[in-house]
């Protein structure tokens, strides 16, 4: 079935370190990709998404490239604050279904000052 | 704009009791969702409602959950009786359509349920 797989966290880096959080996936038809990040205490934010192959989501400093040929779609920021301390979440959905995301487990950041 | 409200936010119970959550979606969102969030894993939808109706809830275990969502808007999901593996944090989720590309899923905080 469709799946995501995400890299185990956490991650921990120092402000201003730059930021790399692996995600591929696999799927069946032409997935759109998204990456929810979920602040302690809160409910899942959508981030950023990209709807087609080449694609590049970006948000509040985020980056991720729809890259069909390697199934995957990394996240980037060239430079985290500690206020990004967060889960992260990759997900995709399939076009002509319901769009119900499905999610990988979530890697942990934590950004010490 | 008011978000997606849940409560509670916490709760523990004894295995074998009933639990019942509540949601509030943002006003004007046609669709809801309510997924599961174990520990350490990504949510699991387990009902989608469109109004008051059941899109899919093929991955809700009616033997033990039940959901309703009365005259489109607020809803409940309810667990009778409670089993350990039922610990988990469970999402409330809201789209202004639902079925389309374009649409976003706005989620509450979770309630955060622990069985003893």
């Known amino acids: 079935g469709d799946s995501v797989t995400q890299m185990e966290g956490p991650v921990t880096l120092s402000e201003e370190a730059f930021l790399t959080i692996n995600c591929t996936y696999t799927a069946t038809g032409y997935p759109s990709l998204f990456w929810y990040v979920q602040y302690p205490g809160e409910g899942l934010q959508l981030l950023l998404k990209a709807t087609k192959a080449d694609d590049k989501g970006s948000n509040k400093g985020f980056e991720a490239t729809y890259r069909k040929e390697t199934t995957s779609f990394h996240l980037e920021k060239g430079s985290v604050q500690v206020s990004d301390s967060a889960v992260y979440f990759c997900?995709?959905?399939?076009?002509?279904?319901?769009?119900?995301?499905?999610f990988g487990r979530g890697t942990s950041l934590i950004v010490h000052p | 704009e008011a978000g997606v409200a849940q409560s509670p936010r916490y709760k523990i119970i004894e295995k074998r009791q009933s639990v019942a959550f509540w949601c509030n979606p943002i006003?004007?969102?046609?669709?809801l969702y309510w997924y599961q969030q174990i520990l350490g894993q990504g949510p699991k939808l387990l009902i989608q409602?469109?109004?008051?109706?059941?899109?899919?809830d093929s991955q809700l275990p009616k033997d033990r959950f039940s959901a309703e969502r009365l005259k489109g808007v607020d809803s409940t999901l309810k667990i009778q009786p409670a089993k350990l593996e039922d610990s988990a944090v469970y999402l409330c989720?809201?789209?202004?359509?639902?079925?389309?590309?374009?649409?976003?899923?706005?989620f509450g905080p979770g309630t955060r349920l622990t069985v003893l």
């Open positions: 989720a809201s789209s202004l359509v639902g079925g389309a590309s374009t649409d976003t899923q706005y």
């Open positions: 409602f469109q109004n008051n109706g059941v899109v899919d």
């Open positions: 006003s004007g969102h046609a669709t």
């Open positions: 997900a995709l959905t399939l076009s002509g279904g319901s769009y119900i995301p499905t």
